[in-house]
């Protein structure tokens, strides 16, 4: 059965205090339990044993240089700790979500030579194996037009130069590793020779009529390039 299997990524607060870590995200949590609950209801909650949670709480006072428990719940400095590391927490994420949880941007390339589709096996996963057009993702101070000849190169041993582009495919959901946004340009060969190569496992021609099922909605962008190429010409 195959997995649908994506990724993210996750980042916890550590608090620091001149240079040194003094609370982190576990560090956080037992001060959440033990704000409203007892030593044996907070460690229950923590899912671990009392004596495991007091010596959690022992090292962070250590750290903190004071006590951040007693009788009544948490001391001031337990709630400083807390309300400091809760507030910084959802700024971390505020910032995570603006800052890193963004569309990749990707050129794929569309080449026709004397009637035939250039296509690459893909040699990595997702869809490792398939077919698919060659291209990838775009480098930092990279243009779109010097990206999809790159990469084409690097797939395909094919020189390239970009004829114009064909259009912009964003669906959230095209590429099961996030959200990736690509650029799809026609272009014309210049030279080189037709070989596989970086992430590729073989690099062909494949006549128009006789295009498979390709990975990802490269089925369904090859369908709309050749239809505008129809319309162009």
Same mark, same amino acid.
């Given at each position: 059965?195959? +997995?649908?299997?994506?990724?993210?990524?996750?980042?916890?607060?550590?608090?620091?205090?001149?240079?040194?870590? !003094?609370?982190?995200?576990?560090?956080?949590?037992?001060?959440? =339990?033990?704000? *409203? %609950?007892?030593?044996?209801?907070?460690?229950?909650? +923590?899912?671990? *044993?009392?004596?495991?949670?007091?010596?959690?709480? @022992? *090292? +962070?006072?250590?750290?903190?240089?004071?006590?951040?428990?007693?009788?009544?719940?948490?001391?001031?400095?337990? @709630?400083?700790?807390?309300?400091?590391?809760?507030?910084?927490?959802?700024?971390?994420?505020?910032?995570?979500?603006?800052?890193?949880?963004?569309?990749?941007?990707?050129?794929?390339? #569309?080449?026709?030579?004397?009637?035939?589709?250039? #296509?690459?096996?893909?040699?990595?996963?997702?869809?490792?194996?398939? %077919?698919?057009?060659?291209?990838?993702?775009?480098?930092?101070?990279? *243009? /779109?037009?010097?990206?999809?000849?790159?990469?084409?190169?690097?797939?395909?041993? %094919?020189?390239?130069? !970009?004829?114009?582009?064909?259009?912009?495919? &964003?669906?959230?959901?095209?590429?099961?590793?996030?959200?990736? !946004?690509?650029?799809?340009?026609?272009?014309?060969?210049?030279?080189?020779?037709?070989?596989?190569?970086?992430?590729?496992?073989? =690099?062909? %021609?494949?006549? #128009?009529?006789?295009?498979?099922?390709?990975?990802?909605?490269? &089925?369904?962008?090859? /369908?709309?390039?050749?239809? =505008?190429?129809?319309?162009?010409?």
């Amino acid at each position: 059965m195959a +997995l649908d299997m994506r990724y993210g990524l996750r980042v916890e607060l550590v608090l620091t205090l001149d240079g040194r870590d !003094v609370a982190d995200a576990d560090d956080m949590r037992a001060l959440i =339990a033990l704000r *409203s %609950l007892g030593m044996l209801e907070a460690a229950s909650e +923590l899912g671990m *044993s009392v004596s495991t949670l007091r010596r959690r709480v @022992r *090292s +962070l006072e250590r750290r903190l240089g004071g006590a951040v428990r007693d009788n009544d719940g948490l001391t001031p400095l337990g @709630r400083e700790v807390l309300g400091r590391m809760e507030v910084l927490s959802r700024q971390l994420e505020e910032q995570m979500e603006n800052l890193w949880r963004k569309p990749t941007l990707t050129c794929d390339g #569309l080449v026709i030579w004397e009637g035939r589709l250039l #296509l690459v096996r893909r040699g990595r996963e997702p869809f490792k194996g398939h %077919l698919a057009l060659p291209g990838g993702i775009m480098e930092y101070g990279e *243009s /779109a037009e010097s990206c999809v000849v790159r990469e084409v190169l690097e797939e395909t041993g %094919l020189r390239t130069e !970009v004829v114009r582009l064909v259009g912009v495919f &964003s669906a959230p959901e095209r590429d099961p590793r996030g959200h990736f !946004v690509t650029l799809l340009h026609e272009l014309k060969v210049v030279g080189g020779e037709l070989k596989a190569g970086d992430d590729a496992e073989s =690099a062909i %021609l494949v006549p #128009l009529e006789e295009v498979p099922p390709l990975a990802f909605d490269h &089925s369904e962008l090859v /369908a709309q390039a050749l239809k =505008a190429r129809c319309e162009h010409h």
